[in-house]
C-alpha cells in the first residue's frame, strides 16, 4: 500500500513563504507523477501543480504564476511545493497525489492521497 505524508503547512502572513513536502512510501517512486492540489471551505479540490517521473512540471499558471515551484527527489521519496509571496486566498488544505508516470491536471486521475495539510494565509 502507497502512502502519503504531507506535512510543512501552517499559519504565514501575507508575503511569506512555506515549503510543504510530501513524503511517499514505496519502492516505485521515480515512476509516480506526483501532483499538488487545495481545498477551501466550501470550495471543489482544485489543481495546483504536479510533476512527472521524468521531471516535467505544471502550474495552474492564473492562481500560482511564478509564485510556486514543484519539485522531487527521487533519493528521498519526497515531492515538495515551494511556495511564496503567499496570499490569503492561497489559504486552503494541500493535498499531495500520486499516480503513474504522467502528470494530469484532474484529481480524478490520481490514485493515491494524503491526509492534507492546512495552510493559511493572514493578511
Known amino acids: 500500500q502507497v502512502q502519503l505524508v504531507e506535512s510543512g503547512g501552517g499559519l504565514v502572513q501575507a508575503g511569506g513563504s512555506l515549503r510543504l513536502s510530501c513524503a511517499v512510501s514505496?519502492?516505485?517512486?521515480?515512476?509516480?507523477?506526483l501532483g499538488w492540489f487545495r481545498q477551501a471551505p466550501g470550495k471543489e479540490r482544485e489543481f495546483v501543480a504536479a510533476i512527472d517521473w521524468n521531471g516535467g512540471s505544471a502550474y495552474d499558471t492564473d492562481s500560482v504564476k511564478g509564485r510556486f515551484t514543484i519539485s522531487r527527489d527521487n533519493a528521498k521519496n519526497t515531492v515538495y511545493l515551494q511556495m511564496n509571496s503567499l496570499k490569503p486566498e492561497d489559504t486552503a488544505v494541500y493535498y499531495c497525489s500520486a499516480k503513474g508516470f504522467v502528470l494530469s491536471r484532474k484529481p480524478g486521475d490520481y490514485i493515491y492521497w494524503g491526509q492534507g495539510t492546512q495552510v493559511t494565509v493572514s493578511s
Open positions: 514505496g519502492r516505485t517512486f521515480s515512476t509516480y507523477a
